[in-house]
């Protein structure tokens, strides 16, 4: 019997069973089939795999015979090949940072937000990181320039004055970083981007840095206009 697939098989299934465990913190005496019905709730190739991922660990127990340790069975080169790309999304994932930068139009916080409407206008650009010196101190968008010349007009102030006078800092809110954006590092993967977006319908972009924390330059913005070509990305990953 030719166990080659078989011996490729148990270590990608091995090495997709140590990554779950460690990922999510599940306990040593856990079946596999719990969890990967446990982490299809937190990962979406597990989530997508689910019901593969609970036949192949059928298929392991028919493999290996459970007293003596010996193959039994030989799995096909589908399974085989099916099992090892699963195990390079969840152990080796396409990151952000193989993704091409767009060009990204920052401003500074202090300037006035006729300044910053003009910007908006001229480059085309909606999302602007707000920048406190080399410090990102926030994100700013039409939406939110919009919603505060609005409450000002209500006031009775003249947009003019209001626009003129008002600083881009002061319209800012820390809620729209925790809402409205999400911010990720190079190193996170691409289907991290496509969960957040599944997960938050508010979700205006990823906002990427070198690392994804907080105040770090950003290098690059994720929005739904992107999801199509990020999804290619995933399904040709090999």
């Known amino acids: 019997m030719d166990t080659a697939n078989a011996k490729n098989f148990l270590e990608s299934y091995n090495r997709i069973d140590a990554q779950l465990r460690e990922m999510y913190g599940f306990k040593p005496s856990q079946s596999f089939t719990d969890v ?11 989530r997508k795999y689910e019901t593969e991922l609970a036949d192949y660990a059928r298929l392991r127990n028919a493999i ?39 060009k990204i139009v920052s401003i500074d916080a202090q300037l006035s937000l006729r300044q910053a409407v003009l910007l908006v206008s001229r480059t085309g650009h909606s999302n602007l990181p707000v920048y406190g010196g080399k410090r990102m101190v926030g994100i700013l ?20 004055a209001f626009l003129s006078h008002t600083a881009v800092e002061d319209i800012l809110e820390d809620r729209d970083l925790l ?3 999400r911010c990720m590092g190079k190193e996170d993967s691409l289907l ?9 319908k508010k979700l205006i972009a990823v906002a990427v840095s070198e690392r994804g924390r907080p105040g770090e330059r950003i290098v690059n913005f994720i929005t739904e206009a992107d999801l199509m070509r990020i999804s290619r990305a995933v399904e040709d990953y090999e």
């Open 36 to 46: 990967v019905r446990r982490s299809a709730e937190k990962n979406s190739v597990v």
């Open 64 to 102: 290996v015979h459970q007293s003596t340790g010996e193959f039994i069975a030989v799995p096909c080169d589908g399974a085989v090949r099916k099992l090892a790309r699963i195990e390079r999304l969840l152990c080796a994932p396409p990151t952000l940072g193989s993704l091409p930068e767009k």
């Open 141 to 160: 968008n039409s939406r939110r320039i919009v919603r505060a010349l609005g409450a000002a007009l209500a006031r009775g102030e003249s947009a003019d």
């Open 179 to 181: 809402v409205y954006y």
């Open 192 to 200: 991290d981007v496509l969960s957040a977006f599944e997960n938050n």
